[in-house]
C-alpha cells in the first residue's frame, strides 16, 4: 500500500564567508539591561559566555548582502540538488523575522515579501506559484514545513520551496552581550508530495505556543547603552526565562510529535535543535529522553554547528540539515530510512517539531 507523504527532495545553504571570532569582543564595553556597565574583563565575558553558549565564532554578511540575497542563494541550490524545474513550484514560504535589513539603517523592509522578492530573482513567471512569508520567530523555519506538509497532504501543493534566511548581525545591540549569540545565514529544502510504500518523509508535527507570561522574552528594545536613543530597538531577550521555558516546554512538543507518529523513541537516529544554545539544547534532549525512562548520548544523537555557526535564528535547522547531507558534520551521517527528530524554539513564545524518515 502506497501512501501520500510530504518527502525532501532537495537542500541548500548560504553560509556567509566573514567570520567573527569571540576575540574580536575583547575591548567592546559591555552594558547590563540597566544601563550599568559590566565592570568583568573582555577576556572573562569571553569566558563564561562560550561556557555557557559554545560558541567560539559566527558568521556575519558583508554589507553588500542581505536577507532576501542570501534566501536566493540557499533557494538556488535546493533547486539544482532536487533537480526541478523551478516553475514547477505550487508555493515559495520563507520564514524570517527582519526582512532586509541594510547596512544603513536598521530599519525592517518586507514589502514586497522577501518570499516575492526570492520569486522574481528566481525568474519564475508562473502566477500559480505563490510566495509569502512567515514571521513566528526562530521556529520559522519548521512552521512553514509543517505549513507546506498540510498544503501537500490536502492536495492543494505538490511541491515546495520553503527558506529560512536572517541576518540577525544587522539588528543586534553592540553593547549587549547577546550580540555574540546571533549570526546570519540561510538554508532551503524542496519539500515534494510522493506516493511510497516504505512511508518515508514527514509522519508526525506538532505546534505550541505560550503568549501570557512569556510573550516578552524577546523583544525589541532599546540599546543598553546609557544615553542611547529610545526611538531605535534592537533585538534583545531575557535569555534566563528562555532557558527556562525552553526546558520546561520543548521536550513536551517533541513528544507529542514522535508520540503522534508511532515511532519509539530507541529507533530515532538524530534530532536536529535549533542551534540556540549548546547547553540548553543539551539539557532539552536529556529532558525529552527522560521522558521516555531513557538516557540521551548527546553528541551521538544531536549533531551541532552553534560553536561555529552561531545562532542563526530560522536558518540555524535547515542549514544544519544541509551540512550533514553533505558531510560537513563530523562523526553525523544521515541513510536512507533514518528516523530523524526535528525541533526549534523561540519568540512567540513559540515551539514546534516534526518526525522525519529519511
Not at 124 to 131: G, K, V
Not at 304 to 310: D, Q
Request: net charge negative; aromatic share 6%.
Amino acid at each position: 500500500m502506497n501512501h501520500i507523504n510530504s518527502v525532501i527532495t532537495g537542500t541548500g545553504s548560504y553560509i556567509p564567508e566573514k567570520i567573527i571570532r569571540n576575540a574580536e569582543f575583547m575591548e567592546q564595553v559591555f552594558f547590563e539591561k540597566d544601563e550599568t556597565v559590566i565592570e568583568s574583563s573582555g577576556e572573562e565575558v569571553i569566558r563564561k559566555f562560550r561556557d555557557i553558549t559554545g560558541i567560539k565564532e559566527r558568521r556575519w554578511v558583508d554589507s553588500d548582502m542581505n536577507n532576501s540575497g542570501m534566501g536566493l542563494i540557499a533557494a538556488q541550490k535546493a533547486i539544482e540538488s532536487a533537480g526541478i524545474d523551478p516553475e514547477t513550484i505550487d508555493q515559495i514560504i520563507v520564514a524570517h523575522n527582519f526582512g532586509d535589513v541594510s547596512t544603513e539603517t536598521i530599519q525592517t523592509d518586507i514589502v514586497p515579501s522577501l518570499a516575492s522578492r526570492i520569486k522574481h530573482r528566481l525568474g519564475i513567471r508562473n502566477p500559480q506559484c505563490i510566495p509569502y512569508d512567515i514571521i513566528f520567530g526562530c521556529p520559522g523555519w519548521i512552521q512553514g514545513i509543517i505549513q507546506a506538509d498540510s498544503f501537500i497532504k490536502s492536495g492543494l501543493a505538490n511541491r515546495c520551496l520553503i527558506i529560512g534566511t536572517e541576518t540577525l548581525s544587522r539588528v543586534v545591540d553592540v553593547y549587549d552581550r547577546d550580540t555574540m549569540i546571533f549570526s546570519d545565514g540561510a538554508g532551503a529544502v524542496i519539500l515534494e508530495k510522493s506516493e511510497r510504500a516504505d512511508n518515508s518523509g514527514i509522519l508526525a508535527t506538532a505546534t505550541v505556543s505560550h503568549t501570557i507570561d512569556e510573550i516578552g522574552y524577546l523583544f525589541m528594545g532599546k540599546s543598553n547603552a546609557p544615553e542611547s536613543d529610545p526611538n531605535i530597538r534592537f533585538i534583545k531577550m531575557h535569555g534566563r526565562k528562555v532557558y527556562e521555558y525552553s526546558l520546561s516546554q520543548v521536550p513536551l512538543a517533541m513528544k507529542a510529535a514522535l508520540d503522534k507518529s508511532g515511532i519509539d523513541i530507541d529507533q530515532v537516529k538524530k534530532v536536529l535543535i535549533h542551534q540556540a544554545n549548546e547547553k540548553m539544547d543539551e539539557a532539552i534532549i536529556q529532558r525529552f529522553y527522560r521522558l521516555y525512562g531513557r538516557k540521551a548520548n548527546p553528541e551521538e544523537i544531536m549533531p551541532m554547528n552553534i560553536s561555529e555557526l552561531g545562532n542563526s535564528s530560522v536558518a540555524t535547522v535547515p542549514t544544519l540539515y544541509d551540512m550533514i547531507l553533505n558531510n560537513r558534520i563530523p562523526k553525523h551521517t544521515i541513510s536512507s530510512g533514518d528516523i530523524l527528530l526535528f525541533a526549534s524554539v523561540g519568540a512567540g513564545m513559540n515551539i514546534n517539531s516534526f518526525v522525519y524518515r529519511q
